[in-house]
């Protein structure tokens, strides 16, 4: 299995990444941390799962060369499995990319990151119904204590592409 | 199927409605120091303190306490004396001269070295440069800037500086790979990724590359020309802004506006700033100390077989004419491509005046990238390459010459 950790530029996809793999690859608080892609492995269900850190993308229509090789990887590994990493306290933008992701047909789980900053500034996410409408797993994390990246790592074994039809059918049309 | 970017927005919003409660906000203690360091009235003094703080104590812990007060008693009084003392060979001999000390001529006798900048051997000064001096500056450096990215100053500092990088062409987010240049110029250029358009990459990487001094550079500065690395910091950044002003308007293509993303301010996490500079410390010691053994022997080599003095004839007229520095700078410049750290410390071996000394500190800077960020670059573009060699060319003869000038104004040339 493949999986490849996607999102916005500093939502803590390296963060992530480094929680999972146990590998060290620079993480900071500011966006375009990462302009190049990392491989690590972790050991999970029985088997190696390759592990990908994308570089931060806003959207699969890039604009620049970072988002280039982010866009590029998914093109790339049709057959990988997605972490999209939203930043809870700035969810609606986030959801534009994991949409985008959902169209092009690929298996994803959403770790709702942040989700402490969230709280702070006091947005209440009902994450059952998101999932509910969405059709796909999703968790509050806070990537830096750790909480919340087991269970996303737990949903990755099951998940399935899902048909953006639907979640427009669920909502009653556009 | 594929909805159009208007369609997703309105999904957006209908799910938004359903699932997302936006409560009242209040007010934090964060945001109110975010709104003071980005807020120009208060931000812009804010930066300067940052950026002053971050000079003294780089400047305090590395330098004084760190090289002076540690290391260089370490090399000059024990190692080096025990090496001379050792090393099999002694003063004339050529092996001893690449390995330990090729000495220097003084009053028609050859002398040994007292100290491990003008020894030059790959056993004395290829280990004191990178162990002695340049590592606690590299250390020093990535810890204040581990801790500057942890909290989220940069994007504020972005914030600050937009307008003026606009100016060359660029957007505040350019102050990401000037800053990581100052550490080293390798992940500088990775970092001008983030820019949206070839222009500003290129922009940015022969500005780099040129005009950034890196990290071990400056700590050995920091140490031979304590009185003026003021000036030559000064110069070069008004080199950076002029040339990125000239590049600006030369080079076709667009430079856009973003729009920037300022993070909240993060307590820094320990582990974290531990395992970065950890890492771009000991990324420095892989990279850099080869290159400085490396450098020493190929540098001692050349001296010994003639090179350096026919090459520093060769170009005598430039030198002395155009730069108004003494010829035996070359050795220092052929030592550039390899260790910028190197050459200034080369530098400081030879006699010269104050002023020539600033000029041939600027020219190591400008002349060349070092041999990694010249293969980092390649990586890159090989247009790039091309095109940043030729603004260094320029950079070098204009404001190096410049240089000179100015000293012959000031009537000290």
């Known amino acids: ?174 | 199927m594929e909805l159009t970017a208007d369609q997703r927005w309105e999904l957006i919003e209908k799910i938004s409605e359903k699932t997302v409660k936006f409560g009242a906000y209040r007010h934090t203690l964060k945001d109110a120091i975010g709104d003071l360091t980005v807020r120009p009235s208060t931000g812009i003094p804010v930066a300067i303190a940052v950026l002053y703080g971050f000079w003294s104590i780089f400047g305090s812990f590395a330098g004084t306490l760190f090289t002076d007060g540690f290391m260089c008693k370490i090399f000059d009084e024990h190692w080096l004396p025990w090496m001379q003392s050792v090393f099999p060979g002694g003063l004339g001999n050529w092996f001893y001269a690449i390995m330990v000390d090729a000495g220097h001529i003084q009053n028609g006798m050859l002398t040994a070295s007292d100290n491990s900048f003008e020894s030059f051997g790959v056993l004395t000064s290829g280990l004191f440069v990178p162990f002695g001096v340049v590592l606690p500056a590299i250390f020093i450096f990535y810890l204040m800037l581990a801790f500057l990215e942890d909290v989220g100053y940069m994007p504020r500092l972005a914030v600050l500086i937009d307008t003026l990088l606009h100016k060359i062409g660029l957007h505040g987010y350019a102050i990401v790979p000037t800053i990581l240049g100052l550490g080293c110029n390798v992940p500088a250029v990775a970092s001008t990724r983030i820019l949206e358009t070839r222009k500003q990459r290129f922009i940015m990487m022969a500005l780099v590359a040129t005009f950034i001094p890196c990290g071990a550079q400056i700590g050995i500065m920091q140490d031979v020309i304590p009185e003026s690395i003021g000036f030559v910091m000064l110069y070069l950044f008004i080199g950076y802004f002029v040339m990125g002003y000239i590049l600006n308007k030369v080079i076709p293509g667009r430079a856009p506006e973003i729009l920037m993303d300022v993070p909240p301010y993060q307590k820094p996490m320990l582990k974290n700033i531990k395992r970065k500079v950890w890492m771009r410390t000991s990324g420095f010691l892989k990279v850099a100390v080869p290159f400085v053994l490396l450098g020493c022997l190929i540098v001692n080599i050349l001296y010994l077989a003639g090179t350096i003095d026919w090459l520093g004839n060769v170009f005598a007229p430039v030198f002395e004419g155009w730069f108004g520095v003494p010829k035996e700078t070359a050795g220092p410049l052929v030592a550039a491509f390899l260790r910028k750290d190197l050459a200034v410390a080369q530098l400081s071996a030879i006699h010269m005046t104050k002023y020539q000394m600033i000029t041939s500190v600027v020219l190591v800077s400008i002349y060349f990238p070092c041999v990694a960020t010249f293969a980092m670059i390649l990586k890159e573009s090989w247009k790039a390459l091309l095109g940043s060699l030729v603004v260094l060319l320029i950079a070098a003869f204009g404001w190096g010459g410049l240089l000179h000038l100015i000293w012959k104004l000031m009537g000290v040339a």
């Open chain 1, 1 to 174: 299995m493949r999986v490849l950790l996607m999102g916005h530029p500093n939502v803590g996809k390296s963060v992530f990444f480094n929680r999972l793999t146990g590998a060290n690859i620079i993480e900071s608080n500011y966006p375009g941390t990462t302009v190049d892609y990392t491989k690590g492995y972790m050991r999970q269900f029985g088997e190696d799962i390759e592990v990908i850190d994308v570089p931060g993308t806003f959207s699969l229509d890039p604009k620049d060369k970072a988002e280039e090789v982010a866009v590029k990887m998914l093109r790339d590994n049709k057959d990988a499995k997605i972490i999209c990493v939203v930043d809870a306290s700035k969810i609606e933008r986030g959801l534009y990319l994991l949409l985008e992701i959902i169209e092009e047909g690929f298996p994803v789980v959403v770790a709702l990151n942040m989700w402490d900053t969230a709280m702070d500034k006091n947005i209440q996410i009902d994450a059952p119904e998101l999932e509910q409408i969405l059709g796909v797993p999703v968790v509050p994390t806070v990537g830096i204590s750790g909480e919340g990246i087991s269970a996303v790592v737990s949903k990755l074994k099951d998940i399935t592409p899902v048909d953006a039809d639907a979640i427009v059918e669920r909502m009653g049309g556009i």
